[in-house]
C-alpha cells in the first residue's frame, strides 16, 4: 500500500522560498507520475502541479514560473520548490498520484504572512 509523507511546510514572507519533500513508500520500486496538491481553508484541494515518470511536468498558471516540481526516483522522493511566494499561496499542501489517487498523507502547511 502506498504511504505519502508530506514535509517542509512553514511560515515565509511574501517573496520568500520553500522546498517541499514529499516520500512514497510501498510502491514495491513501481515509479508513478505524481502531482502537489494545495487546499486553503473552506477551499477544495486543487492540483497544481504534475511531474510523469519521466519528468514531464505541468503547472497550473498562478504557479507557472514560481513553482517548479521535480523527482528522485532513487530516493522515492517528489519535490516542490516554490519561490516568490504570495500570500494566496497559503495552503496545506499534499502529493498523490493524479491517475489513481491514494490515501492523503497529513500534508504539510505553508503560510505565507508578513
Known amino acids: 500500500q502506498v504511504q505519502l509523507v508530506e514535509s517542509g511546510g512553514g511560515l515565509v514572507q511574501p517573496g520568500g522560498s520553500l522546498r517541499l519533500s514529499c516520500v512514497t513508500s510501498?510502491?514495491?520500486?513501481?515509479?508513478?507520475?505524481m502531482g502537489w496538491y494545495r487546499q486553503a481553508p473552506g477551499k477544495r484541494r486543487d492540483l497544481v502541479a504534475s511531474?510523469?515518470?519521466?519528468?514531464?511536468?505541468t503547472y497550473t498558471d498562478s504557479v507557472k514560473g514560481r513553482f517548479t516540481i521535480s523527482r528522485d526516483n532513487a530516493k522515492n522522493t517528489v519535490y516542490l520548490q516554490m519561490n516568490n511566494l504570495k500570500p494566496e499561496d497559503t495552503a496545506a499542501y499534499y502529493c498523490?498520484?493524479?491517475?489513481?489517487?491514494?490515501?492523503w498523507g497529513q500534508g504539510t502547511q505553508v503560510t505565507v504572512s508578513s
Open positions: 510501498g510502491s514495491s520500486g513501481e515509479v508513478y507520475a
Open positions: 511531474i510523469t515518470r519521466a519528468g514531464s511536468t
Open positions: 498523490n498520484i493524479p491517475t489513481n489517487p491514494r490515501s
